[in-house]
């Protein structure tokens, strides 16, 4: 019986967290291969990636707690038990990419990483999780992310990039899958950057100029399958009906430039009207 097509997500970040956390079942989906022996397990509103080793599975944020029960039946669907996570990473300090972390941490014992400079954002600034009084279990990072040394678990390496400006530590991750390098950028989004976040969290203007930095920094790495921390970012679902033997829908170099040089402009613009 085919099911009954996904309701439209809300444009409001604020109004997709409150669907995400109150009726989880409306961004559903099944889990699919975006690369060799990498996987997506996150819903239609935010991503999360399972990522196969010879020693056990890395995933990469976690949505959001009162939704974890559909990381955990994906992560099943695919055929690996949650159980054998082994490491948990994560983006930025968001509760729609962390808030599942205990839920996760707890029952896999999987180490748990995140920038160091987001860990101490997360502890001054606590009402910047944004987790909007939804459920939240509080956890301690087992190590903190080096860009000299890459993130490795047997035999898959994650070099990890502080790409700040969406937050102080949002980190970005490539890794190879079958030959091809995968690309996520740990967040793109502009909505803590305008006048009126900025004016309202005292925050500095200066996190634009390390977003534009950031993204200038990245703009160049040779991504080839480019994974969207929001699907939507990236146009993820739309390709999902095209997965096919010998056939990669995700594999196009041309959209890591085009999602960073989208976002330079936008930052620019946003730059040029608090000038």
């Known amino acids: 019986m085919p099911r009954t097509p996904l309701p439209p997500l809300p444009s409001d970040p604020f109004e997709g967290l409150q669907q995400g956390c109150e009726r989880p079942w409306e961004v559903a989906v099944d889990p699919f291969e975006v690369a060799p022996r990498t996987y997506y397990v996150g819903n239609n509103w935010v991503g999360a990636y399972l990522i196969e080793t010879s020693e056990g599975l890395i995933l990469i944020d976690t949505t959001m707690q009162p939704q974890v029960y559909l990381v955990f039946e994906s992560i099943r669907k695919l055929g690996f ?3 054998d996570l082994r490491l948990i990473l994560i983006s930025h300090m968001h509760y729609d990419h962390l808030g599942g972390v205990r839920a996760l941490h707890e029952a896999s014992d999987a180490k748990v990483m995140i920038s160091r400079e987001d860990w101490a954002f997360m502890q001054a600034r606590p009402d910047m999780i944004f987790d909007e009084g939804y459920p939240f279990g509080t956890f301690i990072p087992d190590a903190f992310y080096d860009e000299i040394t890459p993130v490795t678990l047997g035999d898959r390496s994650i070099r990890t990039v502080l790409t700040p400006g969406h937050t102080p530590g949002t980190t970005s991750f490539f890794f190879d899958a079958g030959g091809h390098l995968c690309g996520l950028h740990g967040g793109v989004g502009l909505n803590t950057l305008g006048d009126d976040f900025l004016a309202k969290s005292g925050l500095p203007r200066s996190s634009r100029d390390d977003y534009l930095a950031a993204m200038l920094k ?58």
Request: hydrophobic content about 45%; overall charge neutral.
């Open 81 to 83: 038990d949650p159980a």
């Open 218 to 275: 990245v703009r160049q790495i040779p991504v080839e399958i480019t994974l969207g921390s929001h699907p939507t970012q990236v146009g993820m679902m739309e390709k999902v009906g095209d997965i096919r033997p010998g056939h990669n829908p995700f594999l196009d170099p041309a959209i890591w430039p085009r999602l960073i040089d989208g976002r330079i402009a936008q930052v620019r613009a946003l730059m040029g009207q608090a000038a």
